[in-house]
């Protein structure tokens, strides 16, 4: 058996607690999946940072709060949430770095947006405030976390597409923000019914793929979830 490519996931932080956490479904996906996930330090000190860029073979950007619209030259409306300052300057340098060394990245939910952003792409900060034009479906889901409450469409042909060899996905969603103009490099592979991007990946890149949907969430209960963890990984191994 080959040595599994280190992992690098970004943490969650509760303000009110000083705590990191992760959903153990990022780490328990990406050690299925054939890697050694381990949790990053929440931090802006460019040497930690680097250190974590020549030690981790991949990174997975974890979903979380709303980034400050000041990285796509927007002010912050009402509608936009809780912001981290901190979470947003690492991200988003591990992002850039992470695209320009060619280290796989795949990025959820929030992580989707980071990627977005990083590569000067912008985002709705509420797409029911801003999008006025169709009926979008409900993106906050009071489903259970792992149920597929609507369907996305995908390209065939695409990274995605080629984890599942299937044009139409259903996934769980949890979000209000999502990609808007695509970031440099990237091009969306996947919508959901009412037009939202549900999935980019970088056109020159050997896997920086961003989902909007919280796939750590729904594999134990379909395994075939898993495969986008897979195919990750295994894009991490060949670093």
Not at 88 to 116: F, H, S, T, W
Not at 216 to 237: G, T, Y
């Amino acid at each position: 058996m080959g040595k599994r490519p280190m992992i690098g996931i970004t943490p969650g932080f509760t303000d009110d607690k000083n705590r990191l956490l992760i959903s153990r479904g990022y780490v328990d996906g990406v050690n299925k999946a054939g890697g050694f996930a381990v949790l990053l330090p929440l931090s802006v000190d460019e040497d930690i940072l680097e250190t974590a860029m020549d030690r981790c073979d991949g990174f997975l950007l974890s979903g979380g709060p709303d980034i400050d619209a000041k990285y796509y030259e927007e002010l912050n409306y009402r509608f936009n949430g809780g912001i981290n300052p901190i979470r947003d300057r690492m991200e988003i340098y591990i992002a850039r770095k992470a695209v320009a060394e060619g280290k796989p990245v795949l990025a959820i939910c929030r992580g989707i947006q980071v990627l977005n952003v990083a590569l000067g792409g912008s985002l709705y900060q509420d797409i029911h405030f801003q999008i006025k034009d169709k009926d979008l479906l409900k993106h906050t889901q009071e489903a259970p976390e792992w149920y597929p409450i609507h369907d996305v469409s995908v390209i065939k042909g695409s990274k995605l597409w080629s984890c599942y060899e299937k044009e139409c996905l259903g996934v769980n969603s949890f979000h209000h923000q999502a990609v808007k103009e695509p970031g440099k490099g990237l091009r969306p592979v996947s919508w959901s019914p009412d037009g939202i991007i549900e999935a980019v990946e970088h056109e020159n890149h050997v896997f920086a793929v961003g989902v909007q949907w919280h796939p750590e969430l729904m594999w134990q209960e379909n395994i075939e979830v898993l495969k986008l963890f897979e195919a990750f990984v295994s894009a991490a191994k060949d670093m």
